[in-house]
């Protein structure tokens, strides 16, 4: 009799997720414990019940955010970031308590600001201090895993660098397994090279010898029969086996696991975006395009006063855009032409372009001519961070010519993104140039995160508002 299975495709998992989840909740009301008590207060059940609120809080945030996965092949950057996230997101869940509630006099607020200083202080410490340990013991040879990758093919040797450029995951390349001649392989792998494949699996199914531990498979995704007959064999052995996609499947899009009833299918085209995190998106470009905003009000209206008094024409430029899945939207910039082209044929603009207004040479070099787009972000059209939308024109003469180029609208276009602080931006004179342009894009929403958002606006900082490129 046929039973549902929960799917085959699982996340990355940490051993220590349980302890972790403990500790965090341990700390979080030991230091509201303490916080209370070392201000001479008296910690009662509201204290508890709030502790409470808060754990929860954490907790739900650092799933949503896949806190507790493990990290060993990650970059612990981003565990600290995601940690300050999901306790500054638990400290709104916390407020919103006390509001609706109406308790704010049951605390002490003295004892309440240090609590929540000193348990985001306390909660990314104890992780940097166990992160550093593990680093330290995995360097010196404890808790690491030996690799045997199939396949010493370009995306094996990809692999086979991160692995031997990144000891502190604690992964020890042991081997190299391939059918092909020892003559047409890779000479800087010979080393590692032991025999052919089928060789490689009667060692990693040896259960006396004990080699190997996780089995990368990188061969061609053409060879399917091939994939399929080693992931067979494999089946009678202990080792965990993973089958690393070609990059043309990697680069399609974000992909992830979905179900129609029993039958679990692979996204290839598809939106990060989704459910809880399209309300996290949101909220980003609320708070970002609002704090934004009480700073640029006073730059806005002297740039409009002078755009009014030193060229002829509207302040605002409002041209047709492709927004989310590909539907038009009205994307406002401070007009910086002499012309407003909005029509099936828009001229990009290059250097020395005389249709360039002396100060809109200044708007667009500095990005300032973009400000106009925050209120774009407000109405929803756009993101503060995403694939830069471009003229509809240019749209439907590129996606006839550029691989995957509609892929880019299944987010909401943004302000600035990946391709700009990379320096994919300006003129387009050459297909190669969309090309590098688009690539860019596609690597964005793959990897999505908040992270990823934030290295972008900061870069955006430092290296967008004076680019050469722009013009």
């Known amino acids: 009799m046929y039973t549902q299975q929960s799917g085959v495709i ?65 970059f612990f950057n981003e565990v600290i970031f995601y940690t300050f996230v999901c306790w500054i997101f638990s400290g709104f869940v916390v407020l919103t308590y006390l509001f609706l509630s109406k308790t704010t006099e049951d605390y002490s607020r003295t004892s309440l600001l240090l609590w929540m200083f000193s348990t985001l202080t306390t909660l990314i410490t104890w992780r940097y201090c166990f992160q550093l340990f593990l680093w330290n013991m995995r360097r010196k040879g404890f808790n690491t895993r030996n690799i045997v990758i199939f396949g010493l093919s370009e995306k094996g040797i990809r692999l086979a660098k991160e692995v031997m450029d990144n000891p502190e995951t604690g992964y020890r390349l042991a081997a190299f397994y391939d059918d092909r001649e020892k003559l ?47 992931l067979f064999a494999l089946g009678d052995s202990t080792a ?16 992830e696991m979905s179900h129609v009833g029993n039958i679990q299918t692979i996204s ?14 949101r909220l980003e470009d609320l708070i970002l395009a609002c704090g934004i905003m009480t700073l640029i009000t006073i730059p806005m209206l002297v740039i409009t006063v002078w755009i009014k008094f030193t060229s002829k024409g509207p302040v605002i430029f409002k041209q047709d855009r492709y927004g989310l899945n590909g539907r038009k939207i009205r994307m406002w910039k401070f007009r910086s032409m002499t012309v407003t082209e909005n029509d099936a044929v828009v001229t990009q603009a290059k250097k020395g372009d005389t249709r360039i207004t002396k100060v809109g040479a200044f708007l667009r070099r500095t990005s300032l001519d973009e400000l106009p787009q925050f209120i774009n972000v407000l ?7 995403g694939p830069r939308p471009h003229a509809v024109a240019h749209n439907e003469e590129y996606r006839k010519i550029v691989d995957f180029y509609m892929l880019r609208h299944k987010v909401k276009p943004g302000i600035t993104g990946w391709a700009q602080v990379n320096g994919a931006r300006g003129e ?9 342009r688009i690539e860019f894009d596609l690597e964005y929403i793959r990897n999505w995160s908040l992270w990823l958002d934030f290295k972008i606006v900061i870069l955006t900082v430092f290296r967008s508002f004076n680019d050469k490129n722009a013009y």
Request: contains cysteine; hydrophobic residues 45%.
């Open 10 to 74: 699982k996340n990355n998992t940490n051993k220590f997720a349980a302890a972790y989840r403990l500790i965090d909740i341990m700390l979080i009301q030991t230091l509201l414990y303490l916080s209370v008590v070392l201000y001479s207060q008296n910690y009662t059940l509201a204290y508890f019940t709030l502790s409470l609120v808060a754990s929860a809080g954490f907790e739900l945030f650092a799933e949503s955010f896949t806190l507790y996965r493990s990290w060993r092949a990650g």
């Open 184 to 230: 047409r392989l890779d000479e800087e792998y010979h080393y590692y090279l032991r025999g052919n494949i089928a060789e490689g699996i009667k060692n990693v199914k040896n259960v006396k010898m004990k080699k190997y531990d996780v089995v990368y498979i990188t061969l061609p995704i053409l060879a399917q029969m091939r994939i399929q007959d080693i």
């Open 240 to 255: 965990t086996v993973h089958v690393v996609p070609d990059l043309f499947m990697y680069c399609l899009m974000h992909g």
């Open 268 to 281: 290839v085209y598809d939106n990060p975006m989704k459910g809880g995190l399209a309300v996290v998106k």
């Open 379 to 385: 109405k929803g059209d756009m993101s503060v961070i």
């Open 428 to 436: 387009t004179e050459t297909v190669d140039k969309m090309k590098a």
